[in-house]
Structures are given as structure tokens and as C-alpha cells.
């Protein structure tokens, strides 16, 4: 029988998991189908509930039902528990198990610079949902330093405490980020400062930045942010945000079906759909 796989968010129309992962199941001759169902806060658990009833093998959670989710879910996996959002569910012999694939999604992305994060010191601007999902996963891989960096420095600081692994961290300001921007191997842009249409926008001036820096930037519209274009000049490494995006679909697709799939396919085809918008 035909599997069945989908995304739940509010709003859901601008996704581009359907078209990537639709795309990826019928390369690997799989017979399922991935649907986007537009689920409004108060139909969370009834949407739920449905798709337990006519036993999907598995599905993503999108903006804004990430942590809203959690209640209506079997079991958390321990990461993304701590991390208070789900963005990935599999059908696990009847039981909803929930798992974040965002933090790792984020981490396998950056394979081709970074074998091991214990030598780097990272800087994390912004303290929102992303980050925390970066912070967490990036706090398991023991870099020597990971700094966060927020307009609202409580609550990058909130973010620092309620992490449950031990890191070295500290927040900061987004003017002391400035200053001590050289410092850092890693730079990791999270907030939506420069995406479209503010594309002239940036979170923070990059006059110190070390031209040997990493500078990643989360943002896929534009495909290259303000940030990224400055940091490219200064001679730094940059990468945007459709590495994040077509990892953390590719990790839900091995959770699902056992196959870590072929990236560069699913790269391809959301660089195609990014055609479509204005960048
Ligand atoms: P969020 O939870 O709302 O967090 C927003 C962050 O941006 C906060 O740190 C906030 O600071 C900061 N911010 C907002 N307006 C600001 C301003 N005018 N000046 C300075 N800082 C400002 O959002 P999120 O879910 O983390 O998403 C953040 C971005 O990541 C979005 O652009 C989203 O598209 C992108 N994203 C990309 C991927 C991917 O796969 N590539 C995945 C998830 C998200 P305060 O705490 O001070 O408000």
C-alpha cells in the first residue's frame, strides 16, 4: 500500500519540503507520497490524532507547531526534548516519536569545512528558535568556545542556562559581538535580519572579522545575505541557509525510510524552487 508522509504548518503554501521530498521518494522508487496540510493552532491535536487514525509512516512539523506539538506526541528523543521542538516525526510500530533534525540538519551541512568543532570557537548571533536548535546540537560536539550573541542578551543568556550539555559560553551584545568578532572560527548568522525583502540589512558590522573565518549565514532568501556578500569580501569562507534546509529534510528521510539520500539531487532541486522567488 501507497505510504503516506506530510508537512503540518500555518502557513504551509511557500513550503519546499513537498517538491524536494516528493522528488527524493520516486528517485528511490519508493511508493509514498508527501502532502503539505495547512493546520491551524487549534486543530494541532485533532490533525494529530487524524493522521495516527489513517497510519502515516511519518511527518514534519513547520512553523508555528514545532514546540506545540510535544504534548500530542509518544515519545521525545532526548535532544529534541531539551530542545523543546520537534520538526520530525516517525511512525514507530503505531507510537508518534518525535525527533529535531534542525541542530544536526545544520552540523551535517558544514562536513566539507569542519571535521571536529573541539579547536573553534563559534559565535551564535541571535537566540531564537533556530539558534537554540543549533546551540543544543553544537553544544554535543564540545567546540572549545560557543558564544551567543542577541539583540535581547537575557535571552541569550536564558538560552546559555537551560542547556542541559556542559559548554563554554557566554552572552553577549550584538556591539560586543562587533568588537570581538575576530576571535571566532565560526560565525553563525540565525536571525532574520537581511532575509527578503530587507535584503541591505545586517545584524552586525563584520569591520573585525578574521578573513579565516567560517561565516554561515541560515537565510535562503536571499540565497546570498548582505552578511554573506561583506564576509565573501573580507575574504572568509560562507555558506547560506539551503545546506541547513536540505540536510535536515535528508535526516528525516533516513529516519523515515532507512536511506540517507542523495543531497545534491535534493540541493538541486530546492535551488530550482528558489528560482521561482524573488532573491
Ligand atoms: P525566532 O525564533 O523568531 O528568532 C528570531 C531571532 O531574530 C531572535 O534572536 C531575535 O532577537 C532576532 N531578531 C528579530 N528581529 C531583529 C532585529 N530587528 N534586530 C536584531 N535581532 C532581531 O525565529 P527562528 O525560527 O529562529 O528563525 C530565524 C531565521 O532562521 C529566519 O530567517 C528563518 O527563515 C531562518 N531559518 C532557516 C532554516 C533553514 O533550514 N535554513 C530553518 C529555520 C529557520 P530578539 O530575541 O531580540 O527578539
Redesign the pocket.
Known sequence: MKKLFAVLGDPIGHSMSPVMLNDILSFYVIDAHYHPFHVSRGDLETAVKGLKAIGISGFNIT?PHKSAIIPFLDEIDELALSIGAVNTVVNENGKFVGYNT?GY??IKGLEPYISSFTDKKVLVL???????AIYFTMAKMNPQTIDIA???VI?AQELIESCPYETNSKALT?EEAEIHLHEYDVVIQ????G?YPNISEM?ISLRNLSSQSLVCD???NPLETQLLIEARKKGATVQN??E??VY?GALAFEKWTGIFPDVKRMRENVLQQLGGVKC
Open positions: 512553523i534542525d540538519g545544520f541571535g537566540a531564537g528558535g533556530a539558534a537554540r542577541n539583540r535581547t535571552k550584538l540565525t536571525t532574520m535580519i532575509m545584524p541560515i537565510i535562503y541557509g539551503v541547513m534546509f535536515q
